[in-house]
DNA sequence: GTCTATAAATCGATAGAC
DNA sequence: GTCTATCGATTTATAGAC
């Protein structure tokens, strides 16, 4: 799983897989159904972590401002709790039949943010600087970009992503 | 080019170019050198780029937050113009020597980057709502997450990434 | 459950004719 | 410059002994 991570799915054969797990490949086969099997599961773990939060009873009700803040905060808590598995998901090109289901999945997930930007500003809530399927996109980017540097360890992470989003990542000071 | 942004270039074969260039394998090799040496030419062109906004005036005189707000702008428009070399850039793992070298310079300029960060909080011209460090990553995540949703005409796209980056991504409203 | 051996396909790259 | 043919290595995956 880490290596799909450090050397990309493409690049990591069943060989490099099967010596990180210190067994022969044909062994490495009797475990797992084979290469595609696996990154399946790594998907749809990450994707079940992600779609669980938009269920909780936070994320569904009170106000659109209140709902985003939560939802937001949760994904970058999935996003620690899993994250070989939301890397890898965020790095899927849809080369497979696999990929192309977990980007679609992706792009729900990322639809349901949108629309709820959209309706927080509409409700008055947040300002409209730019325009709300583009802040809808560059908070999605900010938030996904974590997994590029994230190790464990930075519990207030959650938090501070938080304060990032909705008071500035740069404000004007004073 | 392309082949290498929609497949990834692990996944894409020199067979996959040839036939993209509407010649065959053989005849591709006559006119590249060889894999490496197409990626490695595409992530040259990159960093020229992006290393090119750094020695610009506008981003070696004047305060720390006006040198970083130029700087910004100017990786967007670096990466509005040159988009797929930009975004195989940002794809690259470490896997090659090419790929080594590409990933050393990428984080010489995102070292810069931070250093200016953290130099606009220390003169006081931005608040340090979140750690300088922090800021500075989040600042490059959310630039760089456009390659995976830009396409061309969006010719106002820098100015309101900069007003996001520096007004905050969903300000609160009044 | 682990191994050796190997199949069948594909990979990056080259030889050499035209 | 383009082609057919092919090399040698590597790929995913399987067969079958222990």
Redesign the pocket.
Known sequence: MGEFITRGYDA????DLSRAAG?????F???FA???ALLRAALERALDGLFAILDEPAATTGSPLARLRYIVRGQVTVLQHDLPYVTLLLRVRGNTESERWALERRRAFDAQIASLVLAAVEAGEIRAGVEPALAARLLSGLVNSIVEWYRPGRTELPDDVVRAVFDGILPAAG
């Open positions: 990591t054969s069943m060989e067994i022969t490949k044909s062994s086969y009797h475990h084979g290469k595609d």
